[in-house]
């Protein structure tokens, strides 16, 4: 099968990412997945020499916004050494008031002003 310009077009279309006039690549790069990210963060914590800590049913990261991050069974890692603690897993953000009524979404300045 002899090769044809429209062959060879096809081709050359195929192997280039922009539009007219662009560079040429033989092969589109593939981004990596964020495993490696995640080893480098194990790694980490490994050095930090934290433990886990079994049994947390939630955890509460409240903001200055008035909103807090709840999660809901964690995976908490702490070293009492490096005085460091780990919250990771996944989490809803919701409104400070929803997560603590009796607190009333006050700040705590406002309840020592009282």
Known sequence: MPITKEMLEKRAAAVRLGG???????VKAVHKSSAGENKQIQNSLKQLGVSPINEIDEAFFLRTDGTAFVFKNPKVQASMQSQCFVVSGSYDTKQLTDVLPER????RRERWRR
């Open 104 to 107: 009333g979404g006050r700040s």
């Open 20 to 26: 007219k006039g662009s560079m040429r690549r033989t």
